[in-house]
């Protein structure tokens, strides 16, 4: 079982988007807007780096990183995602990083969901 480190959250993110990759609802969605797959896979792990472990190695925008694919995007498919994410990390991390992990996506996915859907101004 993998620890809340840099090298745990660095192979649950690649085991993460490899499912993503080959799952019929997400997998075509990411494929088509994603060129270089390391390069995002080394941009995810920086951004759950500075989630969970404040380590400020991130420096993205990840709501408009979405809102420009949200035609594409509705709240199944962020129901699939998090299915996902609860799935492989139960199974790769220790059980209370699982579960830190888990509650922390559906933050995020809640705030990407009213930033992306309850737009006022587009
Ligand atoms: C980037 C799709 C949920 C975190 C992306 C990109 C796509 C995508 C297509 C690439 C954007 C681009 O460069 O064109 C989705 C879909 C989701 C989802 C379909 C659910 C239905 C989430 C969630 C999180 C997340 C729940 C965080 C917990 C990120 C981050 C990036 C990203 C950090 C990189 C943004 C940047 O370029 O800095 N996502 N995403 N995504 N996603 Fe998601």
Do not use: C
């Not at 941009?43 to 404040?54: I, Q």
């Amino acid at each position: 079982m993998l620890e809340l480190d840099d090298k745990g959250l660095g192979v649950l993110v690649d085991a993460f988007y490899a499912r993503v990759r080959t799952d019929p609802a997400l997998g075509p969605i990411f494929n088509d807007a994603i060129a270089d797959w390391p390069e995002h896979l080394e941009k995810l792990a920086a951004f759950w780096s500075s989630v969970m472990l404040t380590s400020g190695r991130y420096k993205g925008q990840p709501v408009p990183a979405h809102v420009k694919h949200k035609h594409h995007i509705t709240p199944a498919l962020f129901d699939r995602w998090l299915a996902l994410w609860a799935q492989t990390t139960n199974e790769l991390m220790v059980p209370d990083a699982a579960e830190a992990l888990q509650d922390r996506a559906g933050r995020i996915a809640q705030s990407l969901q009213l930033a992306m859907f309850f737009r006022l101004d587009d």
